[in-house]
């Protein structure tokens, strides 16, 4: 129904900034929220923040928080997951997904390919 595409990963150093974007095409976005999950090998998808797409309302995992801001541009139809203050345990691939903005994988429906994201001296 509508697909998403996840750009912006790469190889930075530890406290370096990366900013991700996921366009979503297709159609219109219109779920609830649009959130970003992340993988590390041998680890379970994990939610990292989500963003109501309507209301602007935004949740970010402890993890992240303070470090990590989620914005979209809703004429765009794209999200933005700002990475500053990276460390190495935030490498893994990330991915974006529209749904309903909880914390879990269950609750969304369209998933992109995901983009790597490497942090390394």
């Known amino acids: 129904q509508v697909q998403m595409v996840e750009s912006g990963g790469g190889l930075v150093q530890p406290g370096g900034s990366l900013r991700l974007s996921c366009a979503a095409s297709?159609?219109?976005?219109?779920?609830?929220?649009m959130g970003w999950f992340r993988q590390a090998p041998g680890k379970e998808r994990e939610f990292v923040a989500a963003i109501g797409w309507s209301s602007g309302s935004t949740y970010c995992a402890d993890s992240v928080k303070g470090r990590f801001t989620i914005s979209r541009d809703t004429a765009k139809n794209t999200g933005f997951l700002q990475m500053n203050s990276l460390k190495p345990e935030d490498t893994a691939i990330y991915y974006c997904a529209a749904g309903s903005g909880s914390t879990s994988t269950h609750q969304y429906r369209d998933w992109g390919q995901g983009t790597h994201v490497t942090v390394s001296s």
């Open positions: 297709g159609r219109t976005f219109s779920s609830s929220a």
